[in-house]
Structure formats: C-alpha cells, structure tokens
C-alpha cells in the first residue's frame, strides 16, 4: 500500500504545482477601473505645472527627513530567478555614496545626506507591498520617498497606498506607460523609455527603411508584451508594414524555441524579439539557426553586456534604443562623466560589474534624484514631486547621452525617457553604435501609446 | 508539412532535456519509493559548478566528469544528513517537504555562490545542424547520451547484485534488512546515481550554446514531471518516451494552438490526467499488486 498512496498524493501535488505554475504565467493583467484620459485631470490652472493639489494629504509632507538625512526606499529582487536586477542599486548607491561624501546634497537652503533602506521582494508584488509598508510605514510617516523599485506589477501593487499617503514612488524601474497614469501623481518613472515608444522608434525606422515591411514579434505573455505589440500595431496604423505574427512565451520561461520557428515560418521581413532575461539571446540563437534573415529589433532590456555577449554573433546587426552611455563602448571612455562613474562606483560598490549597462543606469537615476532633490522649493515630499514634474530639458545628468534631455510636464507629461539613440549592435566589437540621430518623441508618449495601456 | 517535422524536431529537443531529468527522477523513485523535488535545483547547481570547472580551464567533458563524482558524494550525503532522519517518521508527505524545501534552499544557495548573471557554458558537441534535418547536433548529442543512460540504468537494476539489492529495499525495506541488506547505504547510492545524472542533464542542458541561469531546471522540472507520470514512475523507458511526448506535445501547441499562447504548460496537465485516467501507472509502469 505504502508504495501506490504516495504515489497518489505526490501525483496530486504534481497537479497542484502545474496548475499554479500555469496560473502564475498567466498573470491577470490588472486592468483597474482608472479611466481617467491622459492629461485630464488637474485643472486648477492657477498652480505651477508639476504641482499635485495635498488638500487630501495626511499631513506629513516632511516625513523622512531626519536632522541631515534624507532616507529613501526601496524594493527589488535580491535573490530568486530575477536577482541580476539588483545591480541597478549599485550605482545609486555608488552616486548617494559620492554626494554624501561630497558634502551631501543641498535642498531649500539646507545640507542633507542620503541614506537608502532596501529589501527584497524575490520580484514578487506581494513582497514588495510589504516591504514598502514596513520601510514607508502604514501611515506612510517613515522613509521620505521610494526610490527605483524594479517590476512593473510591483509599481502597480504599491502606487495606491503611496497615492493615498501622498509619499513620492520616484524612478520606478521599468518601461510601462502605465508609471505615467494621472490617476497616480505620486509615482514617476525612470529615464528607461515607455515600451510603447520603442515600438514606435521600431516601426519609425522600417517605414524609412522598408515601407512595405512584414514583421513577426516575439512578447512576453504579459503586460510588458502587451506594451510592445499594442504599441507597434497602433505605430503602423495608416502605414503598409503588417503584422503577419505574433507568438508569446511564458513569463520567466527561457526556451522559445518552437516560437521561433513558428515566426521563421512567416518569412517575415523584420523581427520584434520582445524577449527580456535570457529568452532575449534564445531567440536570436534559434532565428540564426532557422536560418531567418530579418531586420532585427532586440528589447532595450536585452541591451546589457551579459545578455548580448550571450547572444554573440547571433545578435549582430541587431537594432534597438538606450538614452544611457553604455560603459562597454570605448567612445565614451575618455569623457569625464564615464571616468567619474568608473572611479566612484570601483569606490563604493567594488562588487559591482561596471562594464554592465543597467549600473550605468542606476548610477543617471541616482544623479537625477539628487538634481531633483537641488531643484525643489522646499525640503518636502510634495515639492520633490513638483521638481520632478516639472523638469525643464534637464541634460547631461549621470550618464545620460549627449543631445537627450529631459522634459516633465504634470499630468500631460510625467514621462522622462522619451528621447532616445536607435542603435545598432556590432557583435566583432561587442557594443551598439549610433544610428542616425537621436529620435525626440518629447510630449508625444500619451499621443503614441493606446490609451489603456497608461490608464492600466 | 516542413513546418510540422520542424516543431516536431523541436519538441525531441526539448523533449530529450526533459527524459533526462525524469530518468533522475525514475531513479529515486525506483531505488527510495520517493519523489525528489529538488531534483532539478540539485541538476543547476551542479551545472554551475561544471561551469565553474570550465571557466578554471578544465575541458568541458572533464569538468562534467568531476561535476558527476561530486555530485554523486553530495546526494549520498543529502541523503543521509537531510532525507533519512525525517524519512524515519514513515510520512512520505515529510520527506516530500524536506525535498521542497531543498528545491529553494539550493536555487538560493548557487546565485550565493556562483553569483545571478546569466553564463555561458562551453559546448560539448559541435553547433548546427544535422546535414539538412532541422535538428541540432547537440540535440543529438543529448539524445545519445540519454540512450546510454538508460541503458547502463538498466544494467545496474536488472543485472547486478547492487541493482538486485536497490530494488529490493524500496519494494520492502525490512524485509530487505532482515536478509542483510544494508539499505541505508542502498538508499545513499541511489540518491548518489540520481544527482550524477541530473549533474550531466543539467550541464549538457546549459551546454545547448545558449546562455544559462538559476531558473534553467525549474520548468524543466515541471515538464520532466509531466514526462515521469506519463511514462510510469518506476520505468527508465516510460520517462523517456514521457519526456519526448510531452516536448513534442508542447513544441506543436506552440505552433498550432494559438488559444494557448504562454500557458502551454497546460498541454502537460492535461495529457498526465487522461493518461492517468486510462491508465493509473503510466503508460510503462507496472501495476502493484499487494496480497492482503
């Protein structure tokens, strides 16, 4: 008996675990009631343009600020599948490091020091709500503002308690158009472009290139593939490229092999691989190997030293975007900016990989908050709000690329990465180089983007 | 009609990756009565530890060498540190628990020591394709070495007297004892063999020529599960042909069942409950009959 009830009750755990496997690929795109249209809200007319109306705050506009610190927090992976995004933190921290050391950063007159408190959430939401409410609090009366928490779902699982405590969720990590929901003027997104811009700097360029263009895509089952394929189809609406195919693999899966070939199949012109993590560099491998020769797009989250070393020769020639100095390209070496990097993240944060562009990342996001920080009126969560909401062609800051600036403008525009370098990968020397000039979609991301995409 | 032999070829690609690991599985289950959760987590970490042999400069068929020897001192050790005090209750759901929570303590454990990028593991056979089939020469490779698993697996259980003595002691332990068979050792040596072979699923896995990371088994495991029920628990070939069928079964959803995009994983399910259905022990396994 011992033999055949084991084996029954480990079958049934075996179901129990495929089916929660299958339920957590599948995840609900959480399409919540906010419906309010892009830019439709705050009509007062008399308040400055990033201002956000605190006549519902609770009250504790200068919480966080303790004699001279200012302290921060934040949430991401440090362990779990997805813990190479916690490289990101090492720059920041590096450039909190550097200022404080500096002399601190001076806001409304007065000096402060960063400190940034963090914890991991394994990229779980879940986790991430608790962590938020243990270093924000409750009430919201402890960490002065969120700073870069990675994921899009775990933006959107923490946006709400901050909204209602009027605390700052400042550079989310990620490339959602939903950070730019005007329902939610407490969370503001990074310098990373919307995923629906991408698509449109995709399609931009085939229209130049080849106007009649077939192109199949490779997304992730998710929100974050949902960005990129409604993005493109609205991109090329009125144009003659079609989208002969779209195949989706599962969240966090790495095999896309059948996708691949099913997309090869179409002989499609051009090749949107939306493929994040390793699927990205699978992908090109198994369209190499089917011997697909298309125009070739690779997710700006694929665009990492590790990632494309990777995929080798299988990425060459391969197109997409950045806004960030990559450390790996030598024409940026002997600029100032990159040497300062090198040296102050070598400093602080020895351990991290400083060829690695998602650092480079981490140490602009770090710099912007500080020059955020010098720019607002007072020392208070809701002046760092209005600072960010209002940057006027905010340029060169960290490592961002010569000739991208950054331009905020309330509810009308909350987005920071829309200017961006089509670039190009060259496998022989293992880096992207610039093609043609930068591509501005400054003010245009609510105009480009299908409307339930940033409302989600 | 190409398009279909293509995804066909697929699902034997991925198919192979996951009879190896259900071979490991078979192997536990055959010599403990037990399911091994943490199959696939023990695989990656000897995967990174051949990467780590090869990134010192050993060839890559000697580090897999190296990685199977000490991954086969390692599961005899797990077995007798960790499986065997709590096995001691007789409550399989216990040691089911233990192996669950090795499957997260050892994903943890290797991006602690070998660190969270992806890395790339040398090739043990040749890239491209086999002359004008489109199936790759390291599928291939896979394949073989898979054969010649199975076939030495049933060496060991049908022709020796170690196999004899294995197969005794997860049929009736005690009996077992009683005419001097020292299952405690038996059960070290299988928990031993299995994590030698997950050792070379995993790193010929990661060998395929693309990148690898600490999430390389945890589909697979699911699907070698699958590919295990399928087949029959206690039969090396039932994994086999389980592994296969569920490879093609999901390279062919892919391609053909649309409705089903991103959640193939439940092509699987389904084929384990009808299989189960029709047959309670697999389409290889064999029927217990216990007297009374």
């Known amino acids: ?456 | 009609m190409s398009l279909f032999f293509s995804q066909v070829f697929n699902g034997v690609g991925n198919g192979v990756v996951y009879a190896s690991v259900a071979l490991a599985l078979v192997l536990i289950f055959r010599t403990t009565g037990l399911l091994n959760f943490a199959q696939g987590e023990m695989a990656l970490f000897s995967t990174y530890f051949t990467w780590k042999l090869t990134a010192q400069g050993l060839p890559i068929a000697a580090a897999i060498g190296v990685s199977m020897v000490v991954s086969f001192v390692a599961g005899a050790l797990i077995e007798r540190v960790l499986i065997r005090p709590v096995e001691a209750a007789r409550n399989p759901l216990n040691v089911v628990i233990v192996t669950l929570g090795m499957f997260l303590a050892f994903n943890s454990l290797a991006q602690l020591v070998f660190g969270t990028n992806p890395q790339q593991m040398p090739s043990l056979f040749p890239a491209g394709k086999l002359g004008s089939l489109n199936i790759q020469k390291s599928t291939v490779g896979l394949g073989v070495v898979l054969v010649i698993e199975c076939v030495l697996l049933w060496l060991l259980l049908q022709k020796t007297r170690i196999g004899l003595a294995l197969r005794a002691v997860s049929s009736n332990p005690e009996s077992s004892r009683l005419v001097g068979i020292n299952t405690g050792n038996m059960l070290m040596l299988g928990w031993g063999l299995a994590a030698a072979l997950g050792a070379v699923a995993g790193s010929l896995v990661a060998a395929k020529g693309t990148g690898f990371d600490a999430s390389l088994m945890q589909q697979v495991l699911l699907y070698s599960f699958a590919g295990a029920a399928l087949g029959g628990f206690d039969s090396p070939l039932g994994a086999v042909v389980g592994g296969l069928v569920v490879g093609i079964a999901e390279a062919l959803t892919v391609q053909y069942v649309h409705a089903l995009q991103g959640i193939t994983i439940i092509v699987p399910l389904v084929l384990i409950l009808v299989v189960l259905l029709v047959r309670p022990n697999g389409l290889f396994g064999r029927k217990i009959v216990e007297r009374v």
């Open chain 1, 1 to 456: 008996m011992h033999r055949s009830r084991s084996m029954r009750l480990l079958l049934l755990i075996l179901a129990v675990a495929l089916v929660a496997a299958s339920c957590s690929s599948r995840r609900s795109s959480s399409t919540s009631s906010g419906t309010t249209a892009p830019g439709g809200s705050g009509g007062t007319g008399t308040a400055a343009p990033g201002a956000i109306d605190t006549s519902k705050c609770p009250g504790n506009d200068a919480a966080g600020i303790g004699g001279d610190t200012i302290t921060l927090a934040s949430s991401f992976p440090q362990s779990g599948l997805t813990a190479a995004f916690s490289e990101i933190s090492k720059g920041y921290k590096a450039y909190f490091s550097y200022i404080n050391a500096q002399g601190a950063v001076s806001d409304a007159g007065k000096k402060y020091k960063i400190v940034v408190k963090d914890k991991d959430d394994e990229y779980n939401a879940a986790k991430t709500i608790t962590n938020i409410d243990s270093l924000v609090g409750a009430d919201g009366s402890k960490a002065f503002a969120v700073f870069n928490v990675v994921g899009t779902s775990n933006n959107i699982a923490i946006r709400q308690s901050l909204n209602d405590n009027c605390v700052p969720n400042t550079f989310t990590a990620t490339g959602s158009p939903a950070m730019g929901n005007p329902k939610y003027q407490w969370t503001i997104g990074s310098t990373l472009s919307p995923y629906s811009l991408e698509s449109k700097a995709f399609a931009d360029f085939l229209k130049r290139t080849k106007p009649n263009a077939t192109v199949a895509m490779l997304v992730q089952d998710d929100d974050y593939g949902m960005d990129y394929e409604q993005g493109f189809r609205q991109a090329i609406q009125g144009t003659n490229i079609k989208v002969v195919k779209v195949e989706k693999y599962p969240v966090g899966a790495n095999e896309v092999t059948a996708q691949i070939t099913s997309l090869a199949a179409t002989h499609a012109d051009a090749f949107f691989d939306g493929g994040t993590l390793l699927a990205c560099p699978n992908a090109l491998q198994q369209q190499k190997a089917a011997n697909w020769n298309a125009i070739t797009y690779v997710s700006g989250t694929c665009i990492a030293k590790t990632l494309m070393g990777i995929a080798g020769n299988n990425a060459d020639k391969a197109y997409s975007v950045t806004n960030i100095k990559d450390p790996i390209n030598p024409q940026f070496a002997s600029e100032p900016a990159m040497k300062l990097y090198r040296a102050q993240v070598t400093k602080y944060q020895p351990k991290a990989d400083i060829d690695n562009g998602i650092v480079a990342y981490g140490w602009t996001q770090g710099a912007l908050f500080v020059e955020a920080l010098k720019a607002s009126k007072a020392a208070t969560r809701s002046a760092l709000m209005e600072s960010l909401r209002s940057m006027k062609a905010v340029k060169g800051v960290g490592l961002m690329i010569d000739g991208f600036s950054i331009t905020t403008n309330g509810d009308k525009d909350p987005f920071m990465g829309e200017q961006m370098q089509f670039v190009q990968y060259d496998a022989a020397k293992k880096y992207f180089h610039d093609v043609g000039t930068m591509l501005d979609f400054e003010g245009q991301t609510a105009k480009l983007t299908p409307p339930a995409l940033i409302n989600g």
